[in-house]
Nanobody, 121 residues
């Protein structure tokens, strides 16, 4: 499966963005989907994950209450709604497909190319 992330951009602190991750070549309706991010000079870190049926989600403490992960299996797409953005949210955001609500990037088999999110203060 190929994953394509989009929706990044430049936004002021306190603003919002919605990222999308579209899958091509295979359905992701039975995959657990996650978002990770990587800031310059830092390791890739977990942001959020949603299970295949949308019945379970899990968030990093740093984004809890501000970000919402969702999916539309009919559209083969996963979303990340980001509100009240902070400068420390600046990073390249990646979507990933795997099995299990994992926070470790190593458990995910497929990755998108990443989309840049920049939050100015």
């Amino acid at each position: 499966v190929q994953l394509q992330a989009s929706g990044g951009g430049l936004v002021q602190a306190g603003g919002s963005l919605m990222l999308s991750c579209s899958a091509f070549g295979r359905t992701i309706s039975r995959s657990d989907m996650a978002w990770f991010r990587q800031a310059p000079g830092k390791e890739r870190e977990f942001v959020a994950v949603i299970n295949w049926s949308s019945s379970n989600t899990y968030y990093a403490d740093s984004v809890k209450g501000r970000f919402t992960i969702s999916r539309d299996n009919a559209k083969n797409t996963v979303y990340l709604q980001m509100n009240n953005l902070k400068p420390e949210d600046t990073a390249v955001y990646y979507c990933a497909a795997g099995s299990g609500l994992r926070v470790n990037a190593g458990y995910y088999n497929y990755w998108g190319q990443g989309t840049q999110v920049t939050v100015s203060s």
